[in-house]
């Protein structure tokens, strides 16, 4: 499968959350973070906020490290979810919409309580939790 996503970079303010999630599970890679950041957002029922991004940092990452063996199905949760979303799926929008869904995962993430491994563990039942009490 082709994917459009050779690399993408992370914002400032992202970067400094990253590097707190970093510190407080003992994850050292960014791309195990962003993976679960990625998977955080997905699993929010509304649509990313289109607001542009602040400045971009000095991270980059290239798809293959960020997907690992698991890109041809992230890439198709991606694809689905603009599908669901009422996007359409060419190239340049599911782009944008990886890039807004990293972004917004990272700022869920930091504001999720995360202070352990355990607690990101935790969170898909959480936040199952969550969803069947509203």
């Given at each position: 499968?082709?994917?459009?996503?050779?690399?993408f970079?992370?914002?400032?303010?992202?970067?400094?959350?990253?590097?707190?999630?970093?510190?407080?599970?003992?994850?050292?890679q960014?791309?195990?973070?962003?993976?679960?950041?990625?998977?955080?957002?997905?699993?929010?029922?509304?649509?990313?906020?289109?607001?542009?991004?602040?400045?971009?940092?000095?991270?980059?990452?290239?798809?293959?490290?960020?997907?690992?063996?698991?890109?041809?199905?992230?890439?198709?949760?991606?694809?689905?979810?603009?599908?669901?979303?009422?996007?359409?799926?060419?190239?340049?929008?599911?782009?944008?919409?990886?890039r807004?869904?990293?972004?917004?995962?990272?700022?869920?993430?930091?504001?999720?309580?995360?202070?352990?491994?355990?607690?990101l563990?935790?969170?898909?039942?959480?936040?199952?939790?969550?969803?069947?009490?509203?």
């Amino acid at each position: 499968m082709e994917i459009p996503i050779r690399k993408f970079r992370i914002s400032t303010v992202a970067k400094d959350q990253l590097i707190r999630l970093k510190r407080f599970t003992g994850i050292g890679q960014w791309n195990i973070l962003c993976r679960w950041a990625f998977m955080r957002s997905l699993a929010e029922p509304t649509k990313p906020s289109p607001a542009p991004l602040p400045g971009m940092s000095n991270v980059e990452m290239s798809w293959e490290v960020f997907a690992g063996p698991w890109g041809d199905v992230l890439w198709m949760l991606l694809r689905e979810r603009c599908h669901q979303d009422g996007f359409a799926t060419d190239d340049e929008v599911l782009v944008e919409q990886f890039r807004l869904h990293i972004h917004r995962g990272i700022s869920y993430l930091a504001t999720d309580g995360i202070k352990h491994v355990e607690d990101l563990i935790a969170l898909p039942s959480k936040l199952q939790l969550e969803a069947t009490s509203v």
